[in-house]
């Protein structure tokens, strides 16, 4: 199966969508309803509560009793009414991470509230394109002190439903924004798997958008990846297990003992581990065991980690080696993890 496909169907009962890549598991959206109730991506009304001095931040109230964690403490006060944006996945019984940042999402554009200016995507490039683009948001825009980023998707948009498109997130964005005050409560709901399929998975567009996870592979990749053996091409393997504290991985060469073994499986390890964590849902900090190799191997193995890193989507920070020869990076938790939401479902 070849090319860029999105599959819409059901996991263990509940609306999913995966996009596969040549046949390959690339991401997968599951709904999360039944084990968090704000998801990622969910707008609030929230209201402040104690700050954590010795933890950088302060609880805020959110509806529904749930507790979120927001980082932005200048010019809070207990008490305070706060519009905030669930930003993350968490472990059970910790507070959700929350910002002050809203951002308003549709298909062909992102209205960035505090952020003004009309900024169009670098993966447009033609000159001509993009100042059209920019022509058209200034005039839906006009008047308001709001930014808009227009996606990718948009270059293919035809003018009305673009101008459909940017109108209605800017009424709902204007709407959230006058609704400061009162009790905790939801204002805009997370996206569920199928639409945020249809709206982020638009650029580069799909070859194909189809149904049914029993048809398309999907189900034995969901299998594969929710194991905790993972296998690299080449022969060897990596074991990711998540603790409480931290996400362990182990790579292993396999039966291949040349003397390029284990180069050539940390640098698999390497390249699969971003979409496997993304796959996952984990994030936090990451210690990774790779097979033991000579430390002049290190920048060579280092430049593979960093090209597989650049352009995911959850912000990830690269700690580099500690001095016992494993390496570390954090990975922004931007999701419920996996396992979390399926549990013993399937």
């Known amino acids: ?63 529904g009793g749930e507790k979120g964690f927001l980082r932005e403490v200048k010019g809070l006060a207990p008490g305070q009414d706060v ?34 200016g009309i900024n169009v995507s670098r993966r447009i490039h033609d000159a001509e394109t993009r100042e059209g683009l920019q022509a058209i948001a200034a005039v839906v825009m006009e008047g308001s002190e709001m930014g808009l980023i227009l996606r990718s998707a948009a270059e293919d948009a035809e003018e009305g439903e673009l101008v459909e498109d940017i109108a209605a997130m800017r009424e709902l964005a204007e709407a959230v924004l006058a609704d400061t005050t009162g009790e905790p409560e939801l204002l805009v709901d997370a996206p569920g798997p199928h639409e945020a399929a249809w709206r982020d998975w638009a650029e580069p567009a799909p070859d194909e958008v189809v149904e049914g996870f029993e048809d398309h592979g999907v189900l034995e ?63 936090g900090q990451v210690v990774i065991d790779f097979a033991p190799m000579p430390k002049r191997d290190r920048a060579v193995l280092e430049q593979q980690i960093r090209g597989a890193f650049k352009g995911e989507a959850a912000e990830t920070s690269l700690a580099g080696w500690t001095p016992l020869g494993l390496f570390e990076l954090v990975r922004k938790r931007d999701r419920v993890a996996l396992a979390q939401v399926l549990g013993g479902r399937q």
């Open 1 to 63: 199966m070849k090319g860029r496909i999105v599959v819409l169907g059901e996991v263990a009962g509940l609306e999913a969508a995966a996009l596969m890549v040549d046949g390959a598991l690339e991401d997968l959206l599951v709904d999360t309803s039944d084990v968090v109730a704000l998801a990622p991506g969910a707008i609030c009304r929230g209201r402040i509560e104690r700050q954590m001095k010795g933890q950088g931040g302060v609880f805020v109230r959110l509806p």
């Open 83 to 116: 519009l905030v944006q669930v930003s993350g996945g968490t472990e059970p019984g910790k507070a959700l991470p929350v910002a002050l940042r809203l951002l308003f999402k549709s298909r062909y554009a992102i209205v960035t509230p505090g952020a003004p």
């Open 221 to 283: 990749a969901i299998d594969a990846v929710l194991a905790a053996r993972i296998d690299l091409p080449g022969g060897g393997h990596m074991m990711v297990e998540p603790t409480r504290a931290l996400v362990a991985v182990d790579v292993n060469t396999g039966a291949d003992t040349s003397p390029a073994a284990a180069l050539k499986a940390n640098i698999a390890a390497a390249r699969a581990l971003p979409r496997i964590l993304r796959l996952k849902g984990l994030g």
